[in-house]
T-cell receptor
Framework: NAGVTQTPKFRILKIGQSMTLQCTQD?????MYWYRQDPGMGLKLIYY???????DKGEVPNGYNVSRSTTEDFPLRLELAAPSQTSVYFC????????????FGPGTRLTVL | DAKTTQPPSMDCAEGRAANLPCNHS???????VYWYRQIHSQGPQYIIH???NNETNEMASLIITEDRKSSTLILPHATLRDTAVYYC???????????FGTGTRLTVIP
């Protein structure tokens, strides 16, 4: 199993541009999550999904959108990128039987200039 | 979820046991204690969790005090690859949001 994979690894955006961060998991997990981690800080939950077609906001959803059309994929969309969105983004997944044991991807490092 | 308090940093000699403390004095009866770690530039990695009994797996042991107000993660024989930030999280099962604070930065010294 590859686990949780994320693309791209790195990206630089200009202010106002948009992009989609991709996340795929091959563990057949129902639950998927997006977190962001600012330098020297802990992770903050952006959005999560409990299954295909179901998404919900986390702690810091503003400026982001998500969709969940399949069990495997959970893309995160940034519209009108702002410098405050410069961060490392982590995707994670978990099974419905143990949602607190989450498996994380390697992260996407995003810089908005 | 209960707030947790951890020392910001610790050192440990390679090959020795690393004992990482966590205070969670306001933990409620249905909150578990979870430990994750984050090696530099990687995503967090689950280590172990427990409710009230001590737990052991291939990575670590978790000792929870009888009153559940604190716990200790033990890495029995620390290696250089164990250098990471360790997060202690107290959470109700199914809450979805893992609150990662700033954790303890463990440095294993050769």
């Amino acid at each position: 199993n590859a686990g949780v994979t994320q693309t791209p690894k790195f990206r630089i955006l200009k202010i106002g541009q948009s992009m989609t961060l991709q996340c795929t998991q091959d563990m057949n997990h129902n639950y998927m999550y997006w977190y962001r981690q600012d330098p020297g800080m802990g992770l903050k939950l952006i959005y999560y999904s409990v299954g295909a077609g179901i998404t919900d906001k986390g702690e810091v959803p503003n400026g982001y959108n998500v969709s969940r059309s399949t069990t495997e994929d959970f893309p995160l969309r940034l519209e009108l990128a702002a410098p405050s969105q410069t961060s490392v983004y982590f995707c994670a997944s978990s099974s419905w039987t143990n949602t607190d044991t989450q498996y994380f991807g390697p992260g996407t490092r995003l810089t908005v200039l | 979820d209960a707030k947790t308090t951890q020392p910001p940093s610790m050192d440990c000699a390679e090959g020795r046991a690393a004992n990482l403390p966590c205070n969670h004095s306001t933990i409620s009866g249905n909150e578990y204690v979870y430990w994750y770690r984050q090696i530099h530039s990687q995503g967090p990695q689950y280590i172990i969790h427990g409710l009230k009994n001590n737990e052991t797996n291939e990575m670590a042991s978790l000792i929870i005090t009888e009153d559940r107000k604190s716990s200790t993660l033990i890495l029995p024989h620390a290696t250089l690859r164990d250098t990471a930030v360790y997060y202690c999280i107290a959470i109700q099962t199914g809450a979805n949001n893992l609150f990662f604070g700033t954790g303890t930065r463990l440095t294993v010294i050769p």
